[in-house]
């Protein structure tokens, strides 16, 4: 344990409660803290949502339609998307970043790279210079949040198909875990949509195994344009210093894609919840980050950063507290103080 890190510890340990009683909060306070490196003691939340259009979804790997993603991502604007009303209640600021929806009208921040990317059941999912393009697009909204003078991020997404995207991609990265990586997503119930969402994976992986050298090759071949922007923010939090909350499974896929490349971004990185999605766990495994760790099991399988607000929510509660409450040194005085008196008048 480092200086800074003991220095940390033996304040919240002075605090006027059981030491580690505030539990994975607790934790997570200290590992806040750290990143700031006293530069601040009070949260300044943003709510960052990356939104794109995936072209698998013409291989019928979906229930819904394509077009929810345009229409779902305006309601976020509008304050009557979940993950709105979530950032609203709370006085939360958010951002809708569009980065490939499939419509000609952009929505919230225009950073379109393409209507939605290619099917990867076809053909690579997107350009050399497309990646590149969407990681510097999620780089450029953390800085723009920092200068905004936010101190803690935390991420969601919008696309349908992207756990599709996801699920390719972290089979990429695990292909022993294939068979348990691939979920329902949004088709709860639905195993025929599962089993070929599961089939036309694994030929993409096998088609393009020859290719994937690296995250971005793999994020070229089978990942989306959220995935990619969500990759470049986390990868810009590790350098800012600005600690993060990932919310599910698709943001989980991009932490596992951002530690690939730069190991100390799981430094800044806080876990939120586990995601009903089976591949959620495997992603943090291979993340190096403790699933345990993680503060919600409320089986949450929205999105949109949803899990991560609540997380934000209650970190916020507890960074307050732990600045403002008192310490066990003067608790224990005063009761000392009212246990000598009592004594006194006992035995006067």
């Given at each position: 344990?480092?200086a800074?890190?003991?220095?940390?510890?033996?304040w919240l340990?002075?605090?006027?409660?059981?030491?580690?009683?505030?539990?994975?909060?607790?934790r997570?306070?200290e590992?806040?803290?750290?990143?700031?490196?006293?530069?601040?003691?009070e949260l300044s939340?943003?709510?960052?949502?990356f939104a794109?259009?995936?072209?698998?979804?013409?291989?019928?790997?979906?229930?819904?339609l394509?077009?929810?993603?345009?229409?779902?991502?305006?309601?976020?604007?509008?304050?009557?998307?979940?993950?709105a009303?979530?950032?609203?209640?709370?006085?939360?600021?958010?951002e809708?970043v569009?980065?490939?929806?499939?419509?000609?009208q952009?929505?919230?921040?225009?950073?379109?790279?393409?209507q939605?990317t290619?099917?990867?059941?076809?053909?690579?999912?997107?350009?050399?210079?497309?990646?590149?393009?969407?990681?510097?697009?999620?780089?450029?909204?953390?800085?723009?949040?920092?200068?905004?003078?936010?101190?803690?991020?935390s991420?969601?997404?919008?696309?349908?198909?992207?756990?599709?995207?996801?699920a390719?991609?972290?089979?990429?990265l695990?292909p022993?875990?294939?068979?348990?990586i691939?979920?329902?997503?949004?088709?709860?119930g639905?195993?025929?949509?599962?089993l070929?969402?599961?089939?036309?994976?694994?030929?993409?992986?096998?088609?393009?195994?020859s290719?994937?050298?690296?995250?971005?090759?793999?994020?070229?071949?089978?990942g989306?344009?959220?995935?990619?922007?969500?990759?470049g923010?986390?990868?810009?939090?590790?350098?800012?210093?600005i600690?993060?909350?990932i919310?599910?499974?698709?943001?989980?896929?991009?932490?596992?894609?951002a530690v690939s490349?730069?190991?100390?971004?799981?430094?800044?990185?806080?876990?939120?919840?586990?995601?009903?999605?089976?591949?959620?766990s495997?992603?943090?495994?291979?993340?190096?980050?403790?699933?345990?760790?993680?503060?919600?099991?409320?089986?949450?399988?929205?999105?949109?950063?949803?899990?991560?607000?609540?997380?934000?929510?209650?970190l916020?509660?507890?960074?307050?507290?732990v600045f403002?409450?008192g310490?066990?040194?003067?608790?224990?005085?005063?009761?000392r103080k009212?246990?000598?008196?009592?004594?006194?008048?006992?035995?006067?």
């Open positions: 344990m480092k800074e890190e003991r220095r940390i510890r033996a340990d002075s605090l006027a409660k059981p030491r580690g009683s505030l539990g994975i909060w607790e997570q306070v590992k806040v803290l750290l990143v700031w490196r006293d530069k601040s003691h939340p943003k709510h960052i949502i794109a259009d995936n072209g698998v979804v013409r291989a019928g790997v979906v229930s819904q394509a077009e929810v993603t345009y229409v779902q991502s305006r309601h976020m604007l509008a304050g009557t998307a979940a993950v009303c979530f950032c609203r209640c709370n006085n939360i600021s958010y809708v569009d980065v490939g929806i499939a419509h000609p952009e929505v919230g921040v225009g950073r379109k790279i393409a939605g290619h099917d990867f059941s076809l053909q690579p999912a997107m350009s050399k210079g497309e990646v590149e393009r969407a990681l510097h697009v999620g780089a450029e909204r953390v800085r723009v949040a920092q200068q905004e003078g936010y101190n803690l991020l991420f969601g997404e919008m696309g349908i198909g992207n756990t599709t995207t996801s390719a991609v972290l089979g990429a695990v022993q875990e294939i068979d348990t691939v979920g329902y997503g949004a088709s709860q639905n195993y025929g949509l599962v070929k969402k599961k089939k036309i994976i694994v030929q993409a992986l096998q088609r393009y195994q290719e994937m050298h690296g995250i971005e090759d793999i994020l070229r071949c089978v989306g344009f959220d995935i990619a922007a969500l990759t923010a986390m990868l810009a939090c590790a350098t800012a210093g600690p993060f909350f919310d599910g499974f698709i943001t989980a896929v991009a932490l596992a894609c490349i730069n190991a100390s971004v799981r430094d800044v990185a806080l876990l939120s919840h586990i995601s009903r999605e089976p591949g959620m495997a992603a943090l495994r291979y993340s190096g980050m403790d699933i345990y760790e993680a503060p919600l099991q409320g089986e949450l399988a929205l999105g949109e950063g949803t899990g991560a607000i609540l997380a934000v929510i209650l916020r509660t507890v960074l307050y507290t403002h409450m310490s066990m040194e003067t608790l224990n005085q005063e009761a009212i246990h000598q008196q009592r004594r006194r008048d006992e035995d006067g």
